[in-house]
């Protein structure tokens, strides 16, 4: 009997102190903003998306590898002797043409690996959280500033360079070739001679 | 009457079929994606079969494609609720194997991330435990605690629920300017607001009425099967790995371990194991204000070393989530990708137990008795 | 005396009648059910720090305007497998036996619906018609979850209609009258002479009655919150155990309905506990037409009196949903049988003996 008494007083008791909780409550401001009419401040670690300064991007493929998504494309030219690409804010000179970048947001995790390896801090995120788009494929952002035409030009420079080098390579080696027959051929003969006449 | 004396008497001749009641994938109480095939028997349960793999992301395949470093967003992204505590699980099994020496400072600075995560994550589990019974104001109260401990993280490392702060042999960056500042404010802020919650849900007769009795974990049946965490100190046994097998400062903190005692009920039920949750924010709170007091000085990216490489062998290490025993076994073959690392994640284990603990009771005992063992999908599934 | 008035004027027994029964559900419940919905979502907000519906219109008072406008455009899905006749009518019925509750409610002391004698039982026996309309939603949606939702609401509804009516029969046994009107009429001249204070009678014996018409006040407000099926007796609405009980198979202005329905039975208890106890449209001051000698005023003021009290009642019904956690249904049936029921068969018994003195 005494446990039934208790019972009820407890019950109604321990209602009463939760009303008066929520009572209080009604009383305080709340602690929503209104978004977005008000939006809040972003801290300034913040993690939201990337951004790269293709000037200072020297293409080391540093931020591709430490990707954990593989959300990172990178494709780099070298570039033919007697072209200059500048040289990037910290006073590196740059030797390759990048000529895809490509990040895929939607892949992306946000995770910031691949901000710490880079040498030049060309890639870093921004504080840009509003980049919704409708089709997925518009969140494959293309980073790099030459035309398309740039790109396919300086891919067909290197190629053509590649091209020379091989010629100039099979013939060299052909010359070299050549050379080391006759002087096989002449060899018993004259020996220092023969030396010389490689050399040139 | 038992279930039992009911099927002995003269009515026994009748076949009563068990009806199969599914609550299915998508449920608003259960705690993420999981499939409970419920076998009752009216209005009593007689069996309970998990189903569970909605959620499975092949992480541990994964990591065998992945160098060291690159595998900590992978591991935040398991129990979500609690990632300091993954990564710091895993940088304690990568530190032990590549036998590095932290600096103290780092040590400090995880053990206060921790410590914030596990206040954030008990309050993720009292809030919507309070939401499952049917009190949806707590819930509210909790997760604006927890937006103040989320924006300590937000400052810190830039982001709100996957970190990828804690690295192995240091951090990615060192604590903000204020961080201090807004840490013992929040803390100012935060032990009247245990109080009121207490006041609001804990000691309220009718969410007595609902959890007390109910879902009893007998100490040994606990012991059995391997759960740890608030379940198993809430059936009356004081095991915590951060005062039994100490890793990292744990050591230099004074702090308590709650255990259920069985206040409003039987030891281990599920008043107990929510209760246990409550007391152990506030001694949460105690370890972060005696490491905010004792903070020492140092560079917190010293120790990382340029490129991971362990040598042969293998390692097993444990921390304490808040949901348990979280381990990682690592296996490396000396190139720079593990060969194989292996989770042993405590809601796996919890949710074997799960079934035990329905037999018996009501089908609205289960929603009740799901919320208090506090389980995360993204741990079981991985 | 609304609808002589309205004979006076219209000279047309059919036209009173007609405005007299439509005047309570136009001019009273169907703004009464928007400005609740609206003042649930709000006052709930408020009590969990936050700011509630904003946007549409000044701070959110279009929300429930823009809900129906929803509600009405979607498409009225009846499932194949279902008794279509039940299906369609089980809403309709739902709604009338809470809005027939208002035909005997007193507003003022010149609008009642209809004089009868019979008032409280009459209001009891036609909220029976809402236990059928659940049973039938329940039944004809052809879904396991719906006809639990539904047996248990119906089992719920059925014994807590036992308290309910044994307070009735103690505030019948101390005023001699059914009708709600002359209970009203019974507790006038200033707040002591209130029933929850006693009532009008004199001495030793109102001393003894306050305490156990407060403990009959707390009881008829719980059983009757339990039949409108609110927090913390909602297991057929409950969300996260069987989905929504006997209206999930319900969409569009079927289900609209239904809400319409609860939230005009919500002030039609509230209404009652307010008769009853707390003065009906009493004032409990005087009137400020009687001290100005200005008598058309008088019936304006107790309808703000009445309004305001049921309005009263309807937010304490709100502040408890936000507060308490659920019951589970066989607590709520000890609840029921063994506490309510017995102290209402003590007050009962006390207050004969009281009324005897």
């Known amino acids: 009997m005494r446990d039934y008494i208790y019972n009820f007083w407890q019950g109604l008791y321990t209602i009463l102190v939760g009303m008066k909780v929520t009572l209080r409550h009604v009383f305080i401001p709340a602690v929503t903003i209104q978004y977005p009419s008000v939006k809040p401040q972003m801290p300034e670690r913040e993690r939201n998306r990337l951004y790269v300064n293709m000037d200072d991007c020297i293409g080391c493929d540093q931020c591709a590898r430490a990707c954990p998504v593989n959300c990172i494309e990178i494709e780099t030219v070298k570039s033919i002797p007697g072209e200059d690409l500048g040289t990037t804010s910290n006073g590196k000179k740059k030797a390759l043409w990048v000529t895809t970048f490509n990040i895929d947001f939607a892949k992306c995790c946000y995770c910031q690996l691949c901000v710490f390896p880079c040498p030049t801090e060309c890639i870093y995120m921004t504080d840009v959280y509003e980049f919704s788009e409708f089709q997925r494929e518009s969140l494959v952002y293309d980073f790099v500033t030459l035309l398309p035409e740039e790109r396919i030009q300086k891919k067909k420079n290197y190629e053509e360079l590649q091209i020379k080098k091989e010629a100039e390579k099979a013939a060299a080696a052909k010359k070299a070739a050549e050379e080391k027959a006759a002087a096989l051929a002449n060899k018993p003969e004259e020996p220092k001679q023969d030396n010389k006449e490689e050399n040139k | ?382 | 005396m609304m609808y002589d008035w309205l004979y006076n004027l219209t000279g047309s027994e059919l036209l009173a009648m007609f405005i007299v029964s439509l005047l309570p559900l136009f001019v009273f419940i169907l703004p009464f059910a928007l400005l609740a919905v609206l003042a649930e979502r709000k006052v709930s907000a408020h009590m969990q720090d936050r700011l509630g519906p904003m946007r549409t219109g000044y701070h959110g008072i279009l929300q429930t305007v823009a809900d129906i406008i929803k509600l009405l455009q979607k498409e009225d899905l009846v499932p194949t497998a279902t008794d279509k006749m039940l299906f369609n009518l089980a809403p309709l019925l739902t709604f009338i036996g809470s809005y027939a509750a208002f035909a005997v409610i007193p507003f003022s002391g010149f609008f009642i619906g209809t004089k009868i004698d019979l008032g409280i039982i009459f209001i009891v026996g036609i909220t029976g018609l809402v236990v059928a309309g659940i049973l039938m939603a329940g039944w004809a949606s052809n879904n396991k979850y719906s006809l639990l939702g539904a047996m248990r609401s119906a089992a719920q509804i059925i014994s807590y209609e036992i308290p309910t009516l044994l307070i009735i029969l103690t505030i019948v046994m101390l005023t001699g009258t059914l009708s709600l009107y002359d209970l009203s009429e019974m507790q006038t001249a200033y707040f002591w002479n209130w029933l929850i204070l006693g009532g009008p009678a004199v001495g030793i014996q109102k001393i003894l009655l306050i305490p156990l018409m407060m403990m009959g006040c707390l009881i008829i407000y719980t059983s009757t919150l339990a039949e409108v099926n609110r927090t913390p007796f909602d297991i057929p609405e409950a969300e996260s155990e069987l989905v929504s009980g006997y209206h999930t198979e319900y969409s569009g202005m079927k289900f609209a309905m239904f809400f319409l329905a609860e939230y005009a039975n919500m002030f039609a208890v509230s209404a009652i506990v307010a008769i009853m106890f707390f003065g009906g449209y009493q004032s409990p001051f005087g009137y400020l037409g009687n001290t100005l000698g200005w008598s058309w005023l008088v019936p304006i003021e107790q309808f703000s009196w009445f309004t305001s009290k049921g309005v009263f009642f309807v937010l304490v019904q709100m502040w408890l949903r936000w507060t308490l956690p659920r019951f589970r249904v066989d607590q709520l049936m000890a609840f029921c049988w063994k506490y309510l029921i017995p102290f209402s068969f003590v007050i009962l018994l006390l207050v004969g003996l009281i009324a005897l003195i």
């Open chain 2, 1 to 382: 009457m038992s279930k039992d004396s009911i099927l002995n008497t003269k009515y026994s001749r009748l076949k009563t079929e068990e009806m199969v009641l599914n609550m299915g994938p998508q449920h608003p109480s259960t705690h993420g994606v999981l499939r409970l095939e419920l076998q009752l028997d009216g209005e009593i349960i007689s069996d309970v079969i998990p189903h569970i793999g909605y959620l499975h992301r092949c992480f541990e395949k994964h990591c065998e494609a992945m160098t060291y470093p690159q595998v900590i967003p992978y591991t935040d992204r398991m129990d979500y609720l609690a990632s300091m505590y993954n990564e710091f699980g895993y940088a304690v099994a990568m530190e032990r194997l590549l036998k590095i020496e932290v600096p103290e400072r780092v040590d400090y600075i995880r053990v206060k991330m921790g410590e914030l995560q596990r206040i954030a994550s008990h309050l993720v589990a009292i809030g919507t435990y309070g939401a499952d019974i049917g009190a949806f104001t707590p819930f509210l109260f909790c997760f604006r605690d927890r937006e103040r401990i989320l924006h300590l993280f937000e400052i810190t490392c830039g982001a709100r629920l996957l970190y990828n702060y804690i690295w192995i042999g240091g951090l990615s960056h060192d604590i903000h300017p204020d961080f201090i500042r807004l840490t013992k404010e929040f803390i100012k802020d935060f032990r009247p607001n245990v109080i009121e919650l207490n006041e609001l849900l804990s000691y309220n007769r009718i969410f007595i009425e609902r959890t007390a009795n109910v879902g009893v974990l007998p100490l040994e049946t606990a012991i059995n099967y391997g759960v740890s965490g608030p379940n198993l100190r809430a059936s009356g046994f004081k095991w915590d790995l951060r005062k039994d097998d100490p890793y990292s400062v744990y050591h230099k903190f004074d702090y308590e371990i709650p255990i259920g005692i069985g206040e409003k009920g039987k030891v281990g039920d599920c008043w107990d194991r929510y209760y246990v949750r409550v007391l152990e924010m506030e001694e949460s709170l105690k370890i972060i204000e005696q490491a905010l007091e004792t903070l020492p000085e140092g560079d917190v990216s010293s120790a990382i070393p340029k490129r991971i490489k362990p040598p042969e062998g293998q390692i097993y290490a444990r921390v304490e989530n808040p949901r348990g025993e979280l381990g990682y076994f690592i296996i490396s073959d000396g190139s720079l990708n593990p060969a194989r690392v292996k989770v042993r994640a405590p809601s796996f284990v919890t949710m074997q137990v799960f079934p035990e603990l329905c037999k018996g009771f009501m089908v609205a005992d289960v929603v009740a008795i799901l919320g208090s063992v506090d389980i995360v999908l993204g741990e079981i599934d991985r």
